[in-house]
């Protein structure tokens, strides 16, 4: 069978990019990645895409008169790319009814918090504002309200005494890295029902294990 193609869109950075790439250098990991899209030009992700010999196309949303062209203009590049999964990935624009509809059951987002928990923006220093002793990260699949849609997977971290923003982002990050590519692994297989909108992975086991923090 062949591999899942996928967009992967970004805004910066690109380290989750990064983990799906280095996932896909695996022989065995069934998903490749067909096309990067940028909306910011010279952000360090796109150097990633060209590192690894990836298409990377930069679609700049300032250079469109409205949200819903510059959707369109990422859609047929997307389509005609093949792809089968959109991947959003630290893509830092809000996308049209109208694109997310078109995508819909085909596009998941990672977010660096335990949804329904801290949607939107600032996760990290709202969860150690709020006094949470744990927060982590979600792969779910794309609804239009942000940051909503079944849930996939979720890793969960502990907040420490004395975390800011940063020292607590770079803990997500981690588990970010590995729970992404888990999660397209998953989809490529097959095995992520949605069922009354929830996800559901069919043969993947729940841990038995509670985490308490602090340490009693
Ligand atoms: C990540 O924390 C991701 O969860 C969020 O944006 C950040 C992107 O980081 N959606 P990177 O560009 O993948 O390094």
Same mark, same amino acid.
């Given at each position: ?14 380290? *989750? ?8 250098? #695996?022989?065995?990991? %069934? ?18 895409? =060209? *590192? ?6 930069? @679609?700049? /949303? ?17 389509? #005609?790319? &093949? ?25 998941? *987002?990672? /977010? ?7 949607? &939107? ?16 990260? =979600?792969? /779910? ?11 996939? =997977?979720?890793?969960?971290? %502990? @907040?420490? =005494? ?6 607590? #982002? ?16 998953? @989809? ?14 069919? &043969? ?8 308490? *923090?602090?340490? %009693?």
């Amino acid at each position: 069978m062949g591999k899942l193609k996928l967009a992967v869109l970004i805004s910066g950075r690109g380290s *989750n990019l990064q983990a799906l790439i280095d996932a896909c250098a #695996a022989p065995d990991y %069934p998903a490749e990645i067909a096309l990067v899209i940028s909306n910011v030009a010279g952000v360090e992700g796109i150097e990633r895409a =060209t *590192n690894a010999g990836l298409p990377v196309l930069v @679609i700049d /949303h300032k250079k469109y008169p409205s949200r819903a062209e510059f959707d369109l203009e990422m859609t047929q590049a997307i389509e #005609a790319a &093949g792809v089968e999964l959109i991947c959003l990935a630290g893509f830092m624009r809000l996308l049209s009814e109208e694109f997310i509809d078109h995508w819909h059951n085909r596009m998941i *987002n990672i /977010h660096p918090s335990l949804l329904p928990a801290f949607k &939107g923006l600032d996760v990290q220093a709202r969860a150690i504002a709020a006094g949470a002793r744990f927060s982590g990260c =979600t792969v /779910h699949y794309v609804r239009f309200d942000m940051d909503t849609g079944p849930i996939i =997977t979720q890793a969960a971290v %502990p @907040i420490h =005494t004395g975390d800011d923003a940063d020292t607590l #982002a770079a803990r997500i990050l981690v588990q970010e890295h590995i729970i992404y590519p888990q999660a397209v692994r998953w @989809i490529a297989e097959g095995r992520v029902m949605i069922e009354n909108q929830q996800a559901i992975v069919d &043969g993947a086991d729940a841990p038995t294990a509670a985490v308490i *923090n602090p340490l %009693p």
